[in-house]
C-alpha cells in the first residue's frame, strides 16, 4: 500500500478555509507577508508553498490571496457553517456557495 | 492539509531565541499598526520625530481596516458637505444619547473626527488611494458632487459621508511610513508598558513585547507612546470552530492592550459597559454576507420568500414609497447617521403573523442600476473583509447582482429589526463597540504622562475615519510632548519581571492549551458576568478567575512562538475579566445605556448615577472615580468643541 496511515490528531475545524495550489504556487511567500495571524508558515524547503498551519485561525479576510502573484494559486471558500445562498429573481432558481455544478463565474471587476 | 503538516512535521519555520533581548529607542513609539497607528505615525515622522510602530501581525494588512474601507465618516468639512463639525455633534447626541457616540467615541473623538477626517482622507488620496469617482462612472447619480467628483452614501441631503474605493489602504499607508523612514515592527504581541521605576501610574517610557515568530524579547524605549489597538474582542464568546471566519473583528484584537493599561495604572471607564448592542451571535455568518440592509447595503430593498416587499419608513414612521426616499432625512430631521429611513420596526410582529414568509431575500436586481452598483459593486468591493472575501468568493460562485437576490439569515421574527443580521443569531457577545476603556482628555493623553491614545482605544470609536482623524491628532500631541520630554529610562526590574512572566508557558513539558483556555474564560464571563449580575454572582466570577490563575492559568503551555503569543492574550484576558467584573460591582445600579442589568439593584439609571464612572488601580488597590458625562465641555475645558479645538488641535 502506498499510502501509509498514521495516528494523528483530528483535522483542525474548519480545515478547507485556504488551499493552496501546488502546481501554481511558486513558493514565493508573499501570502505569508499579508497574513495577520499567521495562517501560512514557510515551507523548510525553499521555493515550495506555504504550509497552511492554522487554518482554524483564519479570518477569511482574503489578504493572502490578495497578495499573491499569480492568479488561482490559493483558493479561499467559506467554512461549511458560514456558506450562504440566493434565489434568481427571473427563474426561482436556488444556487449556493459550494454547490455541485454552480452557475459560471461572474468576472465583472469591483470598483475602484 | 494537515496531513501535509503532520506527515512532514519539521522543526518550527522562524529561527527561535526565547528571551534574547532587542532593544529600540524611538521618540514615538505607537502600539497597534491598524489605521490609527499607520496615520500617527505619519504624522508624527513628518513632524521630525523618530517613530516605531509596533504590531502584532503585519503592517501591510492588519487591524480592522487591513482590508480597506468603502465609506469615509463624518467628513462633514468637505466642499460639498451641508453640515458643520458643531452642527454634527448635536446629531450625534441625539441620535446615541450621553454616555458615547457608539463607532464615533465620545465627544472629542467624534469631533476631531468630524473637523479632520476629510483632511485624512485627502492624505490617502495623495498616496494613491481612489476616493473619487475618477472614472466617471457614477455620472449624474443622485449621490454625486458633480464638481468634486465625490460620491455620498447614507443622507443624500448632508453629504458628510464620502463612498471611497479604498480596498488597498492599507498597502499604501505602508509603503508611504517605509517611504518616510518608519521603522516598522511586525509580529510582535506587546505584553506591557514599561513605566518610570516600573510603578504602575507613572510616567510611560515605552513598552516590551515577544516576537510571535521568533520568541524575541524587545524592549521599545519611548520619549512618548501612543496606544492605537482595538476593542477587545472574544471576551463572552470565543470559538474558531463555530464562529471563526464570520468573527466580527479580526482575530488579533484581544484584551492586551486593555489589560496593560489596567497594568500600568491607567483610569479607565464604562468597563462595566455591555450588552449594548448584540455584537456577534455564535452562528453568525461573515460580515455583509447575508441579505440586509445595513450599512454597506444600505439601502437595499427587501422581499419576502414570495417576492412582497418590506416596507421602509423614515424615522417618524412615515411609508417610503420609493428607493429614492431611502436616502434622505425625515421632515423636521437635521441630518441622520443611524436614525434614518429603515425597514418597518413592525417587520418582527408581521413576519410572527405570518404576514411576511421566511427566508427574506436581499433584492439588488430590483434596486436602480447606480445604487446597486454602489452597493455592490463599490461599497461591498471595497470595504474592510469584503472585496475577496465576498465579492469575488460570490462572483466565484456566479453570483450576478443584475439578476441573484441573496439570502438573509433564518432567525427568530424577534430579531428581524434592522440591522446587521448577518451576526445576530445564537449565542452572544455582551460586550458592544460602545464598551469601555481609558479615559483621555483634549490632548488625546491618558492619565498617565506620555501615553496617548487613538483609533478605537478612544471610547471604542471604531471607524475607519475616525481612526485615521484621531491618529494624526495623537501624534501631533505626542510629538510635541516628546520634544521636551526628559530621557526615558527603563526600569531593569519590571524587565527581568516581565520576561520571567511571558516566557513561564514555554518552559513547561505539558500543560492546557491556548484554546480551551479561551474557551474556559468565556465560560466564565457568560456566567458570572452576562445576563445575571449581582454582588454575589460577580464575587463568584472573580472566585473562579482567581481560583484559575493559580492552577490551569498556571499550567498554561505555549510549544513554539505562536501558541506563546495566544497564551499571553489568554493571560491579558484573565485581567481583563477581572476588571469588568470589578467595575461592574462598583457600578451599584443598573443602566440602561450602560446595557447593564443587576439583579440587586433593578433601578435603572437613578439621578446620582448620571455619570461616568471610572477605576483603576493604586498600590495594588481599586480607586474609583467620576467624570460627568460630557466632561469634554465642562471645566477646565472650554464650554464650545471649537474652543477647545483651537486651544489643543496643534493646527
Known sequence: MEDAVYMMPNPVTPNQCVVINPDLCQGCNACIEACRTDVLVPNLEKGQPPVVLYPDECWFCGCCLGNCPVPGAIRMDFPMNQRVGWKRKATGEYFRIGMKNPPPPNTRPPIG | ?651
Open chain 2, 1 to 651: 492539509m494537515s496531513e501535509q503538516v503532520y506527515e512532514k512535521l519539521k522543526k518550527w519555520p522562524y529561527p527561535v531565541n526565547y528571551g534574547k533581548e532587542n532593544e529600540i529607542t524611538a521618540d514615538v513609539l505607537i502600539i497597534g499598526g491598524g489605521i490609527a497607528g499607520c496615520h500617527a505615525a505619519i504624522s508624527a515622522i513628518k513632524r521630525g520625530a523618530k517613530v516605531a510602530v509596533v504590531e502584532k501581525g503585519t503592517v501591510l494588512r492588519s487591524g480592522a481596516g487591513g482590508d480597506g474601507v468603502d465609506h469615509w465618516h463624518l467628513a462633514c468639512t468637505n466642499p460639498a458637505s451641508k453640515i458643520t463639525p458643531e452642527e454634527m455633534m448635536g446629531v450625534l447626541k441625539s441620535t446615541f444619547g450621553e454616555y458615547g457616540y457608539g463607532e464615533f467615541g465620545n465627544g472629542i473623538a467624534a469631533y476631531i473626527s468630524s473637523r479632520e477626517s476629510y483632511d485624512a482622507m485627502l492624505d490617502i488620496e495623495k498616496m494613491g488611494v481612489k476616493v473619487r469617482d475618477v472614472d466617471d462612472l457614477f455620472v449624474g447619480a443622485p449621490f454625486r458632487d458633480e464638481k468634486t467628483k465625490l460620491l455620498f452614501a447614507y443622507d443624500y441631503d448632508n453629504r458628510f459621508t464620502i463612498r471611497v474605493q479604498a480596498a488597498n489602504v492599507k498597502p499604501a499607508l505602508q509603503k508611504e511610513m517605509k517611504r518616510l523612514g518608519v521603522a516598522i515592527y511586525d509580529r510582535i504581541i506587546v505584553t506591557r508598558l514599561l513605566t518610570e521605576g516600573g510603578k504602575p501610574g507613572n510616567r510611560v517610557v515605552g513598552a516590551m513585547g515577544v516576537n510571535v515568530h521568533t520568541g524575541e524579547f524587545y524592549i521599545f524605549k519611548a520619549r512618548a507612546t501612543i496606544i492605537s489597538t482595538s476593542i477587545p474582542n472574544g471576551l463572552w464568546m470565543f470559538s474558531t470552530e463555530l464562529k471563526g471566519a464570520a468573527a466580527l473583528q479580526e482575530p488579533n484584537l484581544t484584551p492586551e492592550s486593555m489589560a496593560m493599561l489596567w497594568d500600568a495604572g491607567a483610569e479607565l471607564t464604562m468597563m462595566e459597559a455591555s450588552g449594548t448592542r448584540m455584537q456577534s451571535g455564535g452562528f453568525s455568518y461573515l460580515m455583509y454576507s447575508t441579505g440586509n440592509s445595513h450599512n454597506t447595503w444600505f439601502a437595499c430593498t427587501l422581499v419576502d420568500a414570495d417576492g412582497k416587499e418590506i416596507p421602509w419608513v423614515d424615522r417618524n414612521g412615515k411609508v417610503l414609497k420609493t428607493v429614492e426616499e431611502r436616502y434622505h432625512c425625515a421632515p423636521g430631521q437635521r441630518a441622520f447617521v443611524y436614525d434614518g429611513p429603515r425597514l418597518t420596526p413592525d417587520l418582527p410582529e408581521r413576519i410572527a403573523k405570518g404576514e411576511f414568509k421566511l427566508p427574506l431575500y436581499a433584492d439588488l436586481p430590483g434596486m436602480p442600476e447606480h445604487e446597486r452598483r454602489a452597493i455592490w459593486g463599490l461599497m461591498v468591493g471595497n470595504e474592510g473583509k469584503t472585496r475577496i472575501p465576498i465579492y469575488w468568493t460570490f462572483q466565484n460562485w456566479g453570483f450576478d447582482p443584475d439578476k441573484d437576490m441573496l439570502q438573509a439569515t433564518v432567525q427568530p421574527p424577534d430579531l428581524y429589526t434592522w440591522g446587521a443580521w448577518w451576526k445576530t443569531y445564537g449565542p452572544r457577545q455582551y460586550r458592544g463597540m460602545a464598551g469601555g476603556g481609558p479615559v483621555f482628555d483634549w490632548d488625546l493623553k491618558t492619565n498617565l504622562e506620555g501615553l496617548y491614545a487613538a483609533g478605537s482605544t478612544l471610547a471604542c470609536g471604531a471607524n475607519h475615519s475616525g481612526s485615521a482623524s484621531t491618529g494624526r491628532y495623537a501624534a501631533r500631541k505626542a510629538t510635541k510632548y516628546a520634544a521636551t520630554a526628559r530621557e526615558p529610562v527603563i526600569d531593569r526590574k519590571q524587565v527581568d519581571a516581565e520576561k520571567a512572566r511571558v516566557y513561564a508557558s514555554v518552559n513547561r513539558k505539558d500543560g492546557m492549551g491556548w484554546k480551551e483556555l479561551k474557551m474556559g474564560l468565556v465560560r466564565i464571563m457568560q456566567d458570572y458576568c452576562g445576563e445575571c449580575k449581582s454582588e454575589e454572582i460577580l464575587q463568584t466570577g472573580l472566585r473562579w478567575l482567581n481560583s484559575m490563575r493559580e492552577s490551569e492559568i498556571a499550567s498554561a503551555w505555549a510549544r513554539n512562538p505562536h501558541e506563546l503569543g495566544r497564551i499571553l492574550e489568554a493571560l491579558a484576558q484573565v485581567t481583563l475579566n477581572e476588571v469588568i467584573m470589578k467595575a461592574t460591582l462598583a457600578h451599584t445600579a443598573s443602566s440602561r445605556p450602560l446595557g447593564l442589568k443587576r439583579l440587586d439593584y433593578p433601578q435603572m439609571d437613578p439621578p446620582e448615577w448620571r455619570k461616568y464612572m471610572t477605576i483603576r488601580q493604586e498600590n495594588g488597590k481599586i480607586k474609583t472615580g467620576e467624570l460627568p458625562l460630557n466632561y469634554w465641555l465642562l471645566p477646565p475645558n472650554a464650554p464650545t468643541y471649537e474652543e477647545n479645538y483651537r486651544k489643543h488641535s496643534e493646527i
